[in-house]
């Protein structure tokens, strides 16, 4: 079993170094009309992108000092354990950074390994359910030039999306008992899929001020796109951001995401392509903007 998972884990490592020479590849290949893009890059919107995502880590800390019932400090602890855990898991390759939330939890307050890795199954849970209202939402205003097939799909998997933390909660009974008596652990799944409308709120937050900066980041770049556009575009690339084959900084995924959206509203593949690796480029510098300042100062200990 164990060599199964390390020829497994092999696999990751080298398909994920490969989709990031691919796309570095691409960027040598393109360099020119990146060049030019750049250059013509509103630095306003750019600006106002900046500003929506502090916001939305803003409501990313208020969520995770909810989830620790208020045992973190707010903007010492709270603020920079959200804008580090963001940071390695956007930059770090194969999913790695997802980890660091409970580990950074665990160095600087009371709460444990096992309750920081229950609050993060827990946010990923209410992320993809807010994820599927929001899909749903956008998915009955339309986008430009997709098929009603397409939409159709969309809409389906808005609703399939939107209700699945509603669905691991009733299933929940269920896989208490498989945890409990087939796999001998203490994990309480349903203690995972409780929340309260304060949680919800902040999540709900969270992905407004998301959808805004990435709709800031379209802005930039001259693209005349709604925000139900945004949310068509989020709604391929974010689920691919989670998946383990990922390269450094999200290369491939967020690139294969962009493509894919943009052609099935119209555009060519290589119009999607330079877009794509653009807005890449901007999104990569407020995750070190912000990384790279909770970095610098550094996480008090415990209150």
């Known amino acids: 079993m164990k060599n199964r998972v390390d020829v497994y884990q092999k696999i990751l490592k080298f398909l994920s170094v490969l989709l990031a020479f691919a796309i570095l590849f691409l960027v040598w290949t393109n360099r020119v009309q990146l060049v030019d893009l750049y250059g013509k890059i509103d630095l306003y919107w750019v600006g106002t992108g900046l500003i929506c995502y502090l916001a939305n880590y803003f409501f990313r800390s208020l969520r995770l000092q909810r989830l620790s019932e208020n045992k973190l400090c707010f903007f010492t602890q709270a603020f920079k354990?959200?804008?580090?855990?963001?940071?390695?898991?956007?930059?770090?390759?194969?999913?790695?950074?997802?980890?660091?939330?409970?580990?950074l939890l665990k160095s600087?307050?009371?709460?444990?390994?096992?309750?920081?890795?229950?609050?993060?199954?827990?946010?990923r849970f209410l992320d993809l359910s807010m994820l599927g209202?929001?899909?749903?939402?956008?998915?009955?205003?339309?986008?430009?030039?997709?098929?009603?097939?397409?939409?159709?799909?969309?809409?389906?998997?808005?609703?399939?999306?939107?209700?699945?933390?509603?669905?691991?909660?009733?299933?929940?009974?269920?896989?208490?008992?498989?945890?409990?008596?087939?796999?001998n652990s203490s994990l309480d799944i349903l203690s995972i899929l409780k929340f309260d409308s304060k949680e919800?709120?902040?999540?709900?937050?969270?992905?407004?001020?998301?959808?805004?900066t990435?709709?800031?980041?379209?802005?930039?770049?001259?693209?005349?796109l709604g925000f139900?556009?945004?949310?068509?575009?989020?709604?391929i690339q974010f689920p691919?951001?989670?998946?383990?084959?990922?390269?450094?900084?999200?290369t491939g995924n967020h690139e294969g995401g962009w493509v894919t959206a943009m052609m099935l509203m119209g555009f060519s593949s290589d119009t999607g392509l330079e877009f794509a690796?653009?807005?890449h480029g901007i999104l990569i510098f407020y995750v070190v903007v912000l990384g790279g300042a909770a970095l610098f100062t550094g996480i008090k200990g415990q209150r």
């Open 81 to 103: 354990m959200s804008a580090l855990h963001g940071f390695f898991s956007y930059l770090l390759p194969l999913r790695a950074g997802d980890a660091s939330l409970p580990l």
């Open 277 to 279: 690796l653009v807005s």
């Open 133 to 183: 209202i929001f899909t749903l939402a956008g998915s009955l205003v339309g986008a430009r030039m997709i098929s009603s097939q397409v939409q159709m799909i969309w809409f389906f998997t808005g609703i399939l999306l939107a209700l699945s933390f509603f669905i691991m909660q009733r299933l929940g009974y269920i896989g208490n008992y498989l945890v409990k008596k087939k796999l």
């Open 200 to 212: 919800f709120l902040f999540t709900f937050l969270i992905w407004v001020f998301m959808y805004a």
């Open 228 to 235: 139900s556009e945004v949310i068509f575009i989020s709604a």
């Open 240 to 250: 691919l951001q989670m998946l383990p084959v990922q390269g450094l900084a999200n």
């Open 214 to 224: 990435q709709l800031c980041v379209v802005r930039s770049m001259g693209l005349d």
């Open 108 to 123: 600087t307050s009371k709460i444990g390994l096992k309750q920081g890795t229950l609050f993060l199954i827990k946010t």
